[in-house]
Every structure is written in structure tokens, then in C-alpha cells.
């Protein structure tokens, strides 16, 4: 029973790593590196036929979107996921591959014009398509047989519609070994979601870090506090951009307004264009799973014949002409674009508009990546880049304290504190190099729970307990461009 660490080691995207056991290859998420890349990623070692399924986490791109490439390269085995995560996936991985399949597209009319070699996309949408053919959708709680030897569980961890936790039994000769791998951890109290669930027992533990080095702010009244950020953008008669991403936090910045225009915390009645065809699919998707998936408080409000993400004055561009006239229109106004990190998507196109104009805002209400336009402007970027053209940066710029759909430090350590006895040991993925460490370091040191932070191609006997092989701290030789893609963590 082997398993090699891949990807999200060290780094805070592109999480993917295979086990091997009972006879079976399988992969825990097959994600995309997104912002900056700092080390390189081993690749899989074992070709893509030769592996049995994935199981995926959740439907984010960090942990889904090399699944189409996986495919396009052999891959013929099934996708394992809640039924929200295949239905999330169905939009997130097909805008993925429109994506790649445009830039490609873009790179080659300029390859034309230069006399380079033409390239083509990572994948393209039918790839989509056909990783789509191999999902299969399971309900939360539920323990299935994946092949003898092996079976699986997914609970719900409150990071993002249909988010897991994986909880694996593996029994080989006498012997059963159970692995929990945390997925992305949810943090308490989010709008819409439920809290995460903690699991008591395992052997061996694989846990994301992303905020394992710090604590989010103590939670103010979110409504409160983007009134207040409304009320005085507005009276300046200018737009407020909300670069979110669009599976999760556009839902819960719909879901704060509602509250906002319910509580009359706004003087005057505003506008909302939420301007992302990805993040208006993802909308139906969650109405549809309300009763597997929302909160007591969203679902008091469904009771009530209120919806928790509908309201008057919200308008909806789909087509890229809708989307034109947002920034035609003079009337002050909420702009909700994706991509949340403004790597991609409409949102570049709205900050073009707007980032120039001192009386708007830029309102940043998640988590920026390493490497990203958005991680640039949060850390006071007085010119930017967009579409060729170096816009200054005049806008207000601000953040919404405490929005994270990621747990923090606290939030961490209370979810690997519910095991009972301790796991053997902790693997800690999924953070920045220096969080990765430190989260690591602290449940050593101060809880007592056996960790380490390994780098990609690490390969650990489950079996003996030992290492097989170290894995590797190469840094990227030269800054590549990520892939660009509006389905962001």
C-alpha cells in the first residue's frame, strides 16, 4: 500500500495524488495549478489507463480540472464525487476546456503572424464531454464498495456546494488501514453551506494547510459591512467591482444583498449584474440541492417562500453584449464578475472599465493566489496590465474581512483535533511553502499529532510506515504563465 504525493505540495493549487493498494491505482483529485507556479510537479507515474478512478473532493478547478487531460490521455475509469460535485463539474470543466480551447486559438493567429510553431489546446471541450461520461455521483454518508478490499465514504467538510472529506477503508491480507483525506476544510458559519463535519477515526490523515499559518478576523456582520462599502461607492456615483469566483462566493454575495436590500441597509435601491455565464449555471445548481446541502438558516428562509439568492433589481448577463452594456450604462451599479482571482473571464474587462476611476471600488471577498492579478492589486499594485494596455490604479480598493470559504488556523486544528486516538501521522498538503512547514511544525510540536509537509514525488509505504522516496524541491527554472481559467479555487 503506496502512495505518491503529485501536486498541492508545497503550493496552494493543483492537488492530485495517487494511491496504490489492494491490487487497484487511483487518484485523490486531479486538479489544475493555478497563479504562479513555484515548484515543479512530478508526473504521474504510471499511465493514465493503468488507473482505476478518481475520487474526487469537490468541483473546484485545483482539484478537477486536469480530469479532461487525464481522459484525453487514456484515462477510461470512473469519477467518483457527490451528485452537486457532478453536476458542478458538468459547467466547470466544459468552461475549462472553452477556455483552453481560446487560448490556444489566440496563440495561434499570433503564431501565424510571427512565423511560430501552432499549438494546440491542453484539451478541448469534447475531452470535457467525455470525462463527463465517466462521473458517478454518490450521496453524502453513504459507504460503497469500490472493488474488494476497498471502500469509500464522502462527508460533508462546508467548503463549497457538495464538498467531501473521503474517508477510505483498505484491507490487504488481514490488515485494514483507514485514510482520511480532508479535502478543502470549510470554514464555520458560512452563509448557504453547512458547517464541516468531523470524522473521529484514522490511521492516516492528508490535510490541506491553506490558512495554516494564521486567523481570520473575528466574523462582523457581513451585510453591515458591504453596506457600508455599497453606501459610500454609490454616493461617489461610481460602480462596486466584485471579482468572485464563480461557484460559491458569487451565491454568498447574492445571499448578503438579499439581506442587505431586506434590511433596507442601502438608502436607495441599486442595480446588481452578476456578469458570468459559469457563475449564473451554478446558481440553478444550487437551488436544485438545497435539501441535501443547505444550512438550518437557508433553509428556514426556502420554508418561508424566500429565496436565499433572489431579489428585486438583479440582472443577469449572459451574452458577451449584456456584458458590454454593464459599462455603457452610467447608472452607479454592483458589478459580481469572475474570475475571483481576475485572472480570466469578464472581470478583467470590468477593471479595465473601472480600476481608473477614483470614485469606484474593487471589492475583494476571497482568497488570492500567489502569482495573481488579483494578489497584485490586494497588495497595492499602482499599475496593471489588461489587455496590453497599463491601466492606473485609482480605485478604491478593499476587502471584506473574514469571507473565506477556507477554515483558518483554529478551524484546522479543531478538525484534526477530532480524532480520537491521534493518526499515525498527518500529511499536510494544499498551502504555500512556508504554511505548509508551519502547520506542520505546529501539530508536531504543539499538539503531539505526528506531521510532515511532503514535496511532490514523495513516495510513502503505508504499510511500513516508512519513506521510499524523498520528494523533490525543484524550483521552476523560469516563471511559466498558468493556464487561465474563470473556475478558480
Known sequence: MKITFLGANHEVTGSCTLLEAAGRRFLIDCGMEQGKN????????????????????????????????????????????????????????????????FEAEWKNRKAQRSGAEPVEPMYTVQDAEAAMKLFVGVDYEKRIELAPGIEVRFVDVGHLLGSASIELWITEGDTTTKLVFSGDIGNLDQPIIKDPAYISEADYVFMESTYGDRLHKAPPDYAVE?????????????????????????????????????????????????????????TSIFNKNFQSCFDEEAMALIQSGISPIRFPNLHLAISS?????????????????????????????????????????????????????????????????????????????????GVSGHADKNGLLHWVEAFSPKPQMVFVVHGEDETCDHFAECLTDEHQIPACAPFSGALFDLATGEWIKEGLKIPVAAEKPAAKRRSDI
Open 226 to 282: 458591504l453596506a457600508n462599502v455599497i453606501n459610500r461607492t454609490l454616493r461617489r456615483g461610481g460602480n462596486l467591482v466584485i471579482p468572485a469566483f464563480a461557484v460559491g462566493r458569487t451565491q454568498e454575495m447574492l445571499y448578503f444583498i438579499r439581506e442587505i436590500k431586506e434590511r433596507k441597509l442601502v438608502e436607495f435601491d441599486f442595480p446588481v449584474y452578476v456578469d458570468s455565464p459559469l457563475a449564473i449555471e451554478a
Open 38 to 101: 513555484v515548484y515543479e510537479n512530478q508526473p504521474i507515474p504510471v499511465a493514465p489507463g493503468e488507473i482505476d478512478w478518481v475520487l474526487a473532493t469537490h468541483a473546484h478547478i485545483d482539484h478537477t480540472g486536469m480530469l479532461p487531460l487525464l481522459v484525453r490521455n487514456g484515462f477510461r475509469g470512473k469519477i467518483y464525487a457527490t451528485n452537486p460535485t457532478v453536476e458542478l463539474c458538468g459547467i466547470m470543466l466544459r468552461d475549462s476546456a472553452h477556455i483552453q480551447e
Open 321 to 401: 453584449d449584456e456584458s458590454k452594456a454593464i459599462n455603457f450604462d452610467s447608472t452607479p451599479k454592483v458589478i459580481i464578475s469572475a474570475s475571483g482571482m481576475c485572472e480570466a473571464g469578464r472581470i478583467k474587462h470590468h477593471l479595465k472599465h473601472n480600476l481608473w476611476r477614483p470614485e469606484c471600488t474593487v471589492l475583494f471577498v476571497g482568497y488570492q493566489a500567489y502569482g495573481t492579478l488579483g494578489r497584485s492589486l490586494t497588495e497595492g499594485a499602482e499599475y496593471v496590465k489588461l489587455f496590453g494596455e497599463t491601466i492606473e490604479v485609482k480605485a478604491e480598493l478593499a476587502q471584506l474581512d
